[in-house]
Nanobody
Protein backbone atom coordinates (compact mmCIF):
# COMPACT_ATOMS: atom_id res chain seq x y z
CA UNK A 1 0.00 0.00 0.00
CA UNK A 2 1.34 3.44 -0.94
CA UNK A 3 0.08 6.78 0.33
CA UNK A 4 0.28 9.99 -1.68
CA UNK A 5 -0.25 13.23 0.21
CA UNK A 6 -0.87 16.69 -1.18
CA UNK A 7 -2.19 20.11 -0.25
CA UNK A 8 0.55 21.72 1.79
CA UNK A 9 1.79 25.23 1.21
CA UNK A 10 2.24 28.70 2.62
CA UNK A 11 -0.69 30.39 4.32
CA UNK A 12 -1.11 33.46 6.50
CA UNK A 13 -2.16 33.15 10.14
CA UNK A 14 -5.90 32.70 10.35
CA UNK A 15 -6.04 31.10 6.93
CA UNK A 16 -7.09 27.62 5.83
CA UNK A 17 -5.60 24.68 4.00
CA UNK A 18 -6.88 21.23 3.12
CA UNK A 19 -4.58 18.24 3.00
CA UNK A 20 -5.45 15.12 1.06
CA UNK A 21 -3.97 11.63 1.13
CA UNK A 22 -4.91 8.68 -1.07
CA UNK A 23 -3.96 5.06 -0.65
CA UNK A 24 -3.23 2.85 -3.62
CA UNK A 25 -2.19 -0.72 -4.19
CA UNK A 26 -3.85 -4.07 -4.76
CA UNK A 27 -5.95 -6.35 -2.56
CA UNK A 28 -6.06 -4.27 0.58
CA UNK A 29 -8.50 -2.83 3.09
CA UNK A 30 -7.80 0.40 4.94
CA UNK A 31 -8.64 0.57 8.64
CA UNK A 32 -7.66 3.61 10.70
CA UNK A 33 -6.24 6.66 8.94
CA UNK A 34 -4.46 9.57 10.56
CA UNK A 35 -2.45 12.72 10.16
CA UNK A 36 0.70 13.42 12.12
CA UNK A 37 3.08 16.36 12.05
CA UNK A 38 6.72 16.92 12.79
CA UNK A 39 8.99 19.92 13.21
CA UNK A 40 12.80 19.80 13.03
CA UNK A 41 14.37 18.18 16.07
CA UNK A 42 11.05 16.98 17.45
CA UNK A 43 9.13 13.73 17.39
CA UNK A 44 6.24 13.06 15.06
CA UNK A 45 2.99 13.84 16.86
CA UNK A 46 -0.55 12.70 16.15
CA UNK A 47 -2.81 15.48 14.88
CA UNK A 48 -6.02 13.56 14.17
CA UNK A 49 -7.19 10.00 13.59
CA UNK A 50 -10.34 8.54 12.02
CA UNK A 51 -11.50 4.94 12.17
CA UNK A 52 -13.12 3.05 9.31
CA UNK A 53 -16.47 3.75 11.02
CA UNK A 54 -15.78 7.49 11.09
CA UNK A 55 -14.94 7.89 14.77
CA UNK A 56 -12.46 10.74 15.19
CA UNK A 57 -10.04 12.01 17.79
CA UNK A 58 -7.83 15.08 17.78
CA UNK A 59 -4.83 16.51 19.51
CA UNK A 60 -5.91 19.16 22.02
CA UNK A 61 -3.96 21.81 20.14
CA UNK A 62 -6.11 21.45 17.01
CA UNK A 63 -9.56 20.70 18.43
CA UNK A 64 -12.17 23.03 17.01
CA UNK A 65 -9.89 24.16 14.17
CA UNK A 66 -9.03 20.98 12.24
CA UNK A 67 -11.43 18.40 10.83
CA UNK A 68 -10.45 14.95 9.62
CA UNK A 69 -12.69 13.07 7.22
CA UNK A 70 -12.43 10.17 4.83
CA UNK A 71 -13.92 8.76 1.65
CA UNK A 72 -13.77 5.00 2.00
CA UNK A 73 -14.70 4.40 -1.63
CA UNK A 74 -11.66 6.41 -2.72
CA UNK A 75 -9.35 5.31 0.11
CA UNK A 76 -8.77 8.98 0.84
CA UNK A 77 -8.35 10.92 4.07
CA UNK A 78 -8.67 14.70 4.27
CA UNK A 79 -7.56 17.20 6.87
CA UNK A 80 -9.33 20.55 6.77
CA UNK A 81 -7.27 23.07 8.70
CA UNK A 82 -8.86 26.38 9.66
CA UNK A 83 -7.72 29.29 11.82
CA UNK A 84 -4.13 28.27 11.24
CA UNK A 85 -1.46 29.50 13.63
CA UNK A 86 2.31 29.85 13.17
CA UNK A 87 2.76 26.94 15.60
CA UNK A 88 0.93 24.70 13.13
CA UNK A 89 3.94 24.99 10.82
CA UNK A 90 5.30 21.48 10.28
CA UNK A 91 5.66 18.65 7.83
CA UNK A 92 2.39 16.74 7.85
CA UNK A 93 2.35 12.99 7.28
CA UNK A 94 -0.63 10.78 6.58
CA UNK A 95 -0.73 7.26 7.95
CA UNK A 96 -2.94 4.27 7.26
CA UNK A 97 -3.31 0.93 8.97
CA UNK A 98 -4.41 -1.76 6.56
CA UNK A 99 -5.00 -5.41 5.83
CA UNK A 100 -3.41 -6.81 2.68
CA UNK A 101 -4.42 -10.09 1.09
CA UNK A 102 -1.51 -11.47 -0.94
CA UNK A 103 -1.90 -15.01 -2.27
CA UNK A 104 -4.81 -15.92 -0.03
CA UNK A 105 -3.15 -14.75 3.19
CA UNK A 106 -3.93 -11.74 5.41
CA UNK A 107 -1.16 -9.38 6.42
CA UNK A 108 -1.47 -6.31 8.67
CA UNK A 109 0.58 -3.27 7.82
CA UNK A 110 1.06 0.44 8.30
CA UNK A 111 1.89 2.88 5.54
CA UNK A 112 3.12 6.46 5.64
CA UNK A 113 2.84 9.20 3.07
CA UNK A 114 5.83 11.22 1.96
CA UNK A 115 5.03 14.32 4.01
CA UNK A 116 3.75 17.69 2.90
CA UNK A 117 5.02 20.99 4.30
CA UNK A 118 2.61 23.44 5.85
CA UNK A 119 4.00 26.89 6.61
CA UNK A 120 1.92 29.43 8.49
CA UNK A 121 3.52 32.84 8.29
CA UNK A 122 2.76 36.43 7.46
Amino acid sequence: VQLQASGGGLVQPGGSLRLSCTASGSAFQINNMAWHRQTPGNQRDLVARITSEGVTNYADSVKGRFTISRDNAKNTVLLQMNSLKPEDTAVYYCEADYWAFPDGTTVAGRAWGQGTLVTVSS
